[in-house]
């Protein structure tokens, strides 16, 4: 299911950065007190009354003119207005509102999206007064908070809630979701046209051709699939232009809200640092991933030279060594029917479920085999682990003392549930908790 998306806008060191840190519960976006400071759009999953939504942390407005302000302000307004369903519209308590304040404000009115203006560094009670000052924004009540001390979050987050449009998460929630995901111009919406057998996303060689997450309904092997043809990811440095930046937002929107990634690599490149990045997003987000090698037919070949790919794969994306890597040609159309075969594999992989049974005695084995290391002539124990939800896999385990579990030890019991359960294609989740702690 589909999760509600919550963007954070305004001008440059408001506090951005700083809320979205709070409520996240970890430092995922950089925090410095210079303008600007935050360049790539950042995306994370945030929790509330028990509901779970994506918060997005955009860069602030920097009009480097008077001739730009209105196109920067509308290009940051149709980041809000295409990818949230609630905005959240930072403002600066202790400079008032400002004639860049004014003009954003203007434009999220337009969106017709619900949009809570909050106002930031209101440290201290007798500072209370200033929120009057905003209502001359239009857009309802405001909600005085202080980031930085974690003053009324919490309202914010209420109100946050209260305004998520429920029923259209449910949408298409038992058809699979397949995202096709990589640089500009590594063959994304050609292989999505291959495979619709119809031309219905643009294709053209000039890189970054497609602007938007495009969804394409098909049937494959009759089951019903969406296709989300992605703009490509570039390197924060190559992207100029607010256009291309709310497009890579859009292309990560996609990865959020779909089942599997095929993650696209151009052959006579190889894996790159992006490449690497895209691959980060995908694994953090907990989807099944693929690696779709395109343009095979312009690699010259001996015995070789695909084992030795694999390798080199394999090699650069060792966090994700999990995901099957295929070899194609979009334009000879060579090996096309593995992608969907290996895209159906990979989703009943996310949906493979293991008895709590079987899953102990494998614990029980790993733990005899290998004991956990001793901290301080303290050791980890594990009374027992289960499995809790499927999409991805996740695996609750309950332990005396979750700070002794060593991220090696962590991954060792990851290697050996792989090994002997497969889960191939797909990130697995580990929670650990203690005696006292609720299950998840």
């Not at 304040?101 to 560094?121: C, F, Q, S, W, Y």
Request: charged letters at 25%; hydrophobic letters at 40%.
């Amino acid at each position: 299911m589909s999760k509600p998306v919550v963007a954070v806008v305004g001008r440059p060191n408001v506090g951005k950065s700083t809320f979205f840190n709070k409520i996240v519960g970890r430092r995922v976006s950089i925090v410095e007190d210079t303008p600007g400071v935050t360049r790539d759009r950042i995306y994370a999953e945030a929790e509330w009354r028990g509901i779970v939504f994506a918060l997005v942390d955009t860069g602030g407005i920097e009009p480097d003119s008077d001739d730009v302000i209105l196109s920067q302000m509308r290009e940051q307004a149709q980041i809000a207005m295409e990818m949230a369903d609630v905005i959240l519209f930072m403002l600066d308590g202790r400079e008032g509102i400002t004639n860049s304040d004014r003009e954003v404000a203007n434009m999220l009115m337009r969106t017709g999206k619900h949009v809570i203006p909050v106002v930031n560094k209101v440290d201290s009670p007798n500072m209370h007064d200033v929120i009057y000052d905003f209502y001359e924004l239009g857009l309802g009540d405001p909600v005085c908070i202080s980031a930085s001390n974690m003053l009324n979050l919490g309202d914010v987050l209420d109100r946050i809630v209260e305004n998520f449009p429920y029923g259209r998460f449910d949408d298409d929630e038992n058809i699979t979701k397949i995202a096709v995901i990589g640089k500009p111009n590594v063959g994304k919406s050609s292989l999505v046209n291959t495979l619709v057998g119809e031309n219905r996303v643009i294709v053209s060689d000039i890189a970054g051709t497609t602007r938007d997450s495009i969804d394409t309904p098909f049937r494959w092997n009759n089951n019903d699939y969406i296709l989300i043809d992605t703009a490509g990811i570039r390197r924060r440095s190559k992207v100029y232009g607010d256009i291309e930046r709310y497009s890579v937002i859009r292309a990560i929107a996609a990865i959020e809200r779909c089942d599997v990634c095929l993650l696209m690599i151009d052959a006579q490149t190889g894996v790159t640092e992006q490449d690497k990045k895209i691959a980060g997003i995908a694994h953090e987000a907990g989807k099944g991933i693929a690696v779709v090698v395109n343009k095979w037919d312009l690699i010259e070949k001996s015995t070789n030279t695909m084992s030795e790919f694999k390798k080199n794969i394999s090699l650069q994306l060792s966090f994700m060594s999990y995901a099957p890597i295929i070899f194609i040609s979009v334009l000879t159309k060579q090996r096309i029917g593995k992608v969907m075969e290996t895209a159906e594999f990979v989703t009943r992989s996310r949906a493979t479920r293991i008895s709590t049974g079987k899953l102990n005695s494998l614990v029980e084995d790993a733990v005899m085999i290998n004991p956990p290391p001793s901290d301080k002539g303290k050791r980890l124990k594990i009374y027992y682990v289960t499995q809790v939800s499927v999409n991805p896999p996740l695996f609750s385990f309950k332990v005396n003392n979750r700070d002794l579990v060593h991220f090696s030890y962590s991954r060792y019991l990851e290697n050996k549930i792989r090994d002997a359960f497969g889960f191939e294609g797909t990130s697995i989740k580990f929670v650990f908790r203690e005696k006292n702690e609720k299950q998840v």
